[in-house]
């Protein structure tokens, strides 16, 4: 079971590539969204963009990114368990890889 409480962005903000609603993107996955998956699959997203979020702001702000990428690397293997199509953050994935390198 994931729980995913706090500050879990239901939306895309000014820092992510990416501008689709978590909604928007649960019906680009391979599943129906009435599945159960589809509750799990929401946090997992929600979670990715929160991650990412921090991310940008981090880096904007000059601060260290190591365990905010730990984070989002752990949130990527969710998702990754979950065969969630994520092609919708290819942009921000690059963008995340040239910050944390």
Do not use: W
Not at 34 to 63: F, R
Not at 74 to 84: D, R
Request: with cysteine.
């Amino acid at each position: 079971m994931i729980c995913s409480f706090g500050f879990s962005q239901n939306e895309p903000t000014k820092y992510t590539e990416c501008k689709m609603s978590v909604e928007d993107i649960l019906r680009q996955q391979s599943f129906h969204i009435d599945e159960p998956i589809s509750e799990t699959s929401g946090y997992v997203l929600k979670d990715l963009y929160s991650h990412m979020n921090k991310i940008y702001i981090a880096d904007e702000n000059g601060t260290s990114t190591d365990e905010l990428y730990a984070n989002f690397k752990e949130t990527l293997l969710k998702a990754e368990k979950l065969q969630l199509n994520l092609t919708m953050f290819e942009e921000d994935f690059e963008n995340i890889n040239k910050i944390t390198q």
